[in-house]
């Protein structure tokens, strides 16, 4: 995807901003950056390049935060794929319509201190009122015709509306993070019957799918070797522990099962969810066979809520028992609570700088209060909002936003292999840690097609279905 | 050049902001000068007055270069002409024979008539009964699209104008021919060697036509209610675009020799059988949406539009061109008003290689070869082909190859009205359509309109904002294909 940079004199940094403006004025400004770019490269060699794009993506963004992360990740993607981005700040709650646009096209910094002139356009609106029901009508006349357009949907894409339906018609993939979903449960569905009735053309990702490839391949090199295959036909059992309490932090370990039922051709047979987040279900294999998964709810320093922490895969074939066990290893400690940033007790408690004592102890005590809050901070919003734990997030804007997914993903794992009666294979392997752009781009470059992934989301939800 | 209906939107918008930019560019004749005539009652200076003003609101150029618009202007005249009153083009002609002696333009004469085409008839009359039609020099008339309502219409209009005008001095104006990118069709075609070898239904899976428009029907309700899209844009513009995609090549660049093929072509095209049309064609009508962010109305909610009106704003059709070289290829046509975005362009698809060497896995992300002419905006080209991931093992991606005019050429393109005025005073009629192509285009479109008028198919609504309604999707998904998003 990678483009050469022309070393042509570059226009400099370009910027336009508008309030109350339209998507043709915004068009307007967009045709004039080009036109001065072109222009600008004309020293190089009397023959201007077209600004180049390999993709456009559109990032939706429903708050503050989501934003600037989209402008960060994006931008760290367009410094080596020249892009434009659209970031859409939907504010359709606001009844009041009007959109404020601007448009950035910055110069990259290189090395020996010339600037590099940059292939990349940042647009971003923030659109309040019933225009931003209509993603599709308000970006289709930005984007670029004849290369992949992606959306990327920080949060909680609609599943179901109208205006998820008319936002993917022009889009050639979807990504979401369903680590981040408000409802996951509800969501996960919803993503599964987005992808089963998805215009033909349309990739759909998920980051979390791609944070599970570590485990995906462990799970899939212990069965690479020729002589392994036929423990593919004797697998009895699996298990899975995973953090956290309630059904919408089981969605990565269904897509997990999802993903080894459907390439294997199991056939769901029953489900049960209980009590402490355990869940039982029976695959048919074979035609004949029965296995049996489970997944159970395990605090393990380290986790956040949602994550694997555990597989183990139990079989025999051919005479011979085997056990594959692949753990997180123990790396870190309890969670950290958040930076909540300087606190406000200063500015609401002013003391006129006489009693330093009696600010600490006040400081001290708001911390332990934070502290304390956060710790009790899902209890507090199921009893008030009546879901299950691991159903809900607490709505938007909080506080307290709990991540389900690290900053850092980086991990140590840990894989046991007993066959027959051999002395147990230890091995130790470290995955480095992968930002949510470098994630994006490894998606994007193959068009977020993935039928392995769409077949998994089928095969994960219809289990989450029977549960 | 004699304008009629000089004060009217054409004039002010197009015609005399080309004339300008051509007065700018060197390109007129020694001695030109423009004579407005129209209904209202005003003088030289008020005319001017309207002139310079229009000029400056709409010309390509900017800003207005004062001394070219003031030595323009002194060659602009006014004349009052009541259509229907022959002394009034009685009193047209006085002022031309004093304008040939006083600038010595040898009694050269274009009649340009920016008017309504049921004017048309009233004026080529009253030309020949004033004998403006005749004398030294050359005689030209200019009319606007639509040349007609239907074949029938068309034939008498023809029959009218050639009574008064040899063939030869009728300059039928589809501007569409005179875009930069319209004519490119013909030297992206005919100037290659590369791709003419595949252009044909051996190597080609399927063309489609769009022409989209984002704007509604702005002020000309009671014109778009009687005529539709069917006769705005597809009678015309889209078929014009199928001639030039599909035509043989010329012997020459020369009028006779292009629209010779043309009309070949437009000849060739299968008419939709009674049967057929139900199927191969959609009409829709957009009803309130979003466009480029802002809320629109409906199109029976616009101004002069009947309540209950089936006029379509979309259409949708495929034919197939019966002839050696296209045989079996489906031309898909499409055009409509209040699309998301402006856009025309013509797609040639190809077909897909025969054999998928590198496994159906690897290339489930190639998309066929393609070949986009963006006629507007973006001029340019686009090839569409497939490359490999960088990455390990073997997995394929399209790619895209692009030419823009925007920058490759160091100029502006100019206007299309530039070209095509300058065209009809140097006597080229290369870019302007013949009677015999107005009439097959006709002979196409009449069918299609008759069985519409019985309400087959049933007119479908869209929001505006979409690319039309559903069906129109459904028209290539029977044949295994999609529309191309401009």
Do not use: N, W
């Given at each position: 995807m990678a483009q050469t940079l022309s070393s042509a004199p570059s226009p400099g940094p370009l910027e336009w901003k508008g309030e109350g403006v339209t998507i043709a004025q915004v068009l307007d400004a967009l045709t004039d950056f080009r036109n001065k770019f072109a222009q600008a490269q004309v020293p190089d060699d009397d023959h201007p390049h077209p600004r180049n794009t390999v993709m456009t993506l559109i990032a939706v963004a429903a708050t503050e935060a989501e934003e600037k992360r989209a402008i960060s990740e994006s931008t760290a993607i367009a410094m080596h794929h020249p892009s434009l981005v659209i970031v859409v700040r939907d504010q359709a709650e606001v009844k009041e319509g009007r959109i404020d646009a601007s448009i950035a096209a910055p110069v990259l910094p290189a090395e020996g201190g010339t600037d590099l002139p940059s292939h990349y356009e940042l647009v971003t609106l923030h659109v309040r009122g019933a225009a931003a029901s209509h993603l599709g009508a308000l970006v289709d006349p930005l984007l670029v015709s004849g290369v992949p357009t992606n959306i990327w949907w920080l949060g909680t894409p609609p599943f179901g509306t109208h205006e998820l339906r008319d936002a993917l018609q022009v889009a050639d993939a979807l990504v979401v993070d369903?680590?981040?979903?408000?409802?996951p449960y509800h969501s996960f569905l919803g993503l599964a019957d987005t992808i089963a009735h998805a215009h033909k053309r349309l990739g759909m990702a998920d980051l979390q799918w791609a944070r599970l490839d570590p485990w995906r391949e462990s799970i899939a090199q212990f069965f690479a070797p020729v002589a392994r295959r036929p423990y593919l036909s004797g697998i009895s059992e699996i298990g899975i522990d995973y953090a956290g309490a309630g059904r919408g932090n089981r969605i990565p370990s269904a897509t997990l099962i999802g993903w080894i039922s459907s390439a294997l051709g199991w056939k769901l047979q029953r489900a049960v969810g209980g009590a402490g987040g355990v869940v039982s279900a029976q695959f048919e294999a074979d035609r004949w066979r029965i296995v049996d998964v489970a997944f159970r709810s395990v605090a393990k320093p380290g986790l956040v809520e949602g994550e694997v922490g555990t597989v183990r895969i139990v079989g025999t074939a051919g005479g011979t028992t085997f056990r594959l066990s692949i753990a997180r290893a123990p790396e870190r400690t309890r969670r950290q609570a958040p930076d909540l940033g300087p606190a406000p007790f200063q500015h609401q408690h002013a003391t006129g700088g006489e009693d330093d004592a009696g600010m600490e102890i006040a400081q001290r005590k708001a911390a332990q209060h934070r502290e304390m809050a956060f710790q009790n901070r899902d209890s507090l919003h199921h009893t008030a909002t009546g879901d299950p734990p691991g159903e809900s997030l607490p709505p938007r804007p909080t506080v307290f936003v709990r991540e389900r997914r690290r900053a850092d993903n980086s991990m140590v794992l840990l894989t046991l292999i007993d066959i027959g009666g051999a002395d147990t294979l230890r091995h130790v392997q470290r995955i480095e840690s992968d930002d949510d752009a470098s994630l994006l781009v490894e998606l994007l470059a193959?068009?977020?097609?993935d039928p392995v992934f769409a077949r998994s989301l089928a095969a994960g939800a219809e289990l989450m279905r029977a549960l | 050049m004699v304008i009629f209906g000089a004060t009217g939107d054409l004039s002010g918008r197009k015609l005399l902001p080309a004339l300008y930019n051509l007065a700018k560019q060197r390109l007129l004749p020694a001695g030109f000068a423009v004579v407005g005539a129209a209904i209202d009652d005003l003088t030289d200076d008020a005319f001017r007055k309207r002139a310079s003003a229009k000029i400056s609101e709409f010309s390509r150029t900017q800003p207005v270069d004062e001394a070219v618009l003031q030595s323009f202007l002194d060659a602009v005249f006014y004349v009052k002409v009541d259509f229907s009153k022959l002394d009034d083009f009685k009193s047209l002609g006085r002022k031309l024979d004093d304008l040939d002696h006083a600038?010595?333009?040898?009694g050269n004469r274009v009649f340009y008539c920016a008017t309504p085409p049921t004017t048309y008839e009233t004026i080529t009359e009253q030309l020949r009964a004033s004998g403006l039609n005749s004398g030294d020099g050359y005689h030209r008339i200019v009319v606007e699209k639509p040349f007609g309502t239907d074949l029938k219409s068309a034939r008498e209009l023809n029959k009218i104008v050639q009574r008064v005008f040899h063939e030869d001095s009728v300059f039928r104006i589809d501007h569409y021919l005179g875009k930069e990118t319209v004519q490119n069709i013909m030297a992206f075609r005919f100037a290659n060697t590369i791709f003419e070898p595949v252009w044909n239904c051996h190597f080609i899976d399927s063309v489609q036509i769009t022409a989209a428009e984002?704007?509604?029907i702005e002020n000309r309700g009671a014109y778009y209610d009687k005529a539709g899209t069917l006769r705005d844009i597809v009678q015309n513009h889209a078929l014009q675009l199928l001639a030039l995609t599909a035509?043989?090549?010329?012997?020459?660049?020369e009028a006779g020799a292009v629209r010779d093929e043309k009309v070949k072509v437009l000849k060739a095209v299968r008419p939709l059988a009674d049967d057929e049309i139900a199927k191969a064609t959609v009409r829709g009508q957009y009803t309130s949406g979003y466009v480029l962010g802002e809320h629109v109305h409906g199109y029976r909610e616009e101004?002069?539009?009947?309540?209950g009106s089936l006029t379509e704003t979309f259409v949708a059709l495929r034919v197939f061109v019966d002839n050696w070289r296209w045989a079996g290829v489906p031309f898909y046509i499409r055009a409509g008003k209040r699309m998301p975005k402006r856009a025309t362009e013509i797609r040639i698809q190809f077909n897909r290689p025969p054999h998928l060497t590198f496994g159906r896995s690897a290339a489930q992300e190639l998309d066929p070869n393609a070949i986009t002419l963006r006629i507007q905006p973006e001029e340019g080209i686009s090839l569409k082909f497939g490359a490999k991931v960088p990455a390990a093992g073997i997995r394929l991606r399209s790619v895209a190859m692009d030419f823009l005019y925007a920058s490759s050429f160091l100029v502006e393109a100019p206007e299309a009205y530039e070209r095509l005025l300058l065209d009809c005073m140097i006597g080229d009629p290369t870019l302007f359509t013949r009677a015999d192509e107005v009439e097959a285009a006709w002979t196409l479109v009449d069918p299609v309109e008759a069985a519409w008028r019985d309400g087959r198919p049933s007119l479908q609504m869209y929001a505006a904002g979409t690319w039309g309604p559903l069906v129109a999707a459904k028209l290539l998904e029977a044949d295994g294909r999609e529309w191309h998003r401009p």
């Open positions: 369903s680590a981040r979903f408000a409802r193959l068009g977020a097609h | 600038r010595h333009v040898g984002e704007i509604g035509m043989e090549p010329p012997v020459e660049f101004p002069d539009v009947a309540k």
